[in-house]
């Protein structure tokens, strides 16, 4: 079982940034394929940024493309997302997920393909 716990949500105007940190609780991360969802009031859950193994391939919806950047750091277990020139439109809860990947350099892009999810960060974008 693997545990992820993320931080770094919080309230923010609108041009403003943060960056969400996502923590697993084993070495096994290493060999996660990871990825960031957000979920909006009355919406579906979509997807932000995923990324691979190796870090070397990762994907961004073209609603986030060009403003946020999702990277990881395998020797601290944890995955990022550095989010700039938010939107009042980025406001949601945002979720880490992971799976055991089939190859390093593998994403994934549905959120049903993820078997290990956080429990959620608040994003707050004003305008």
């Known amino acids: 079982q693997v545990q992820l716990v993320e931080s770094g949500g919080g309230l923010v105007q609108a041009g403003g940034s943060l960056r969400l940190s996502c923590a697993a609780s084993?070495?096994?991360?290493?060999?996660?394929?990871m990825g960031w969802f957000r979920q909006a009031p009355g919406k579906e859950r979509d997807i932000v940024a995923v990324?691979?193994?190796?870090?070397?391939?990762?994907y961004a919806a073209d609603s986030v493309k060009g403003r946020f950047t999702i990277s990881r750091d395998n020797a601290k277990n944890t995955v990022y997302l550095q989010m700039n020139s938010l939107k009042p439109e980025d406001t949601a809860v945002y979720y880490c997920?992971?799976?055991?990947?089939?190859?390093?350099?593998?994403?994934?892009?549905?959120?049903?393909?993820?078997?290990?999810w956080g429990q959620g960060t608040q994003v707050t974008v004003s305008s």
């Open positions: 990324i691979s193994v190796s870090g070397s391939n990762t």
């Open positions: 084993r070495r096994t991360f290493s060999s996660y394929a």
């Open positions: 997920a992971g799976r055991p990947a089939d190859y390093s350099n593998t994403y994934y892009l549905s959120d049903t393909e993820y078997v290990y």
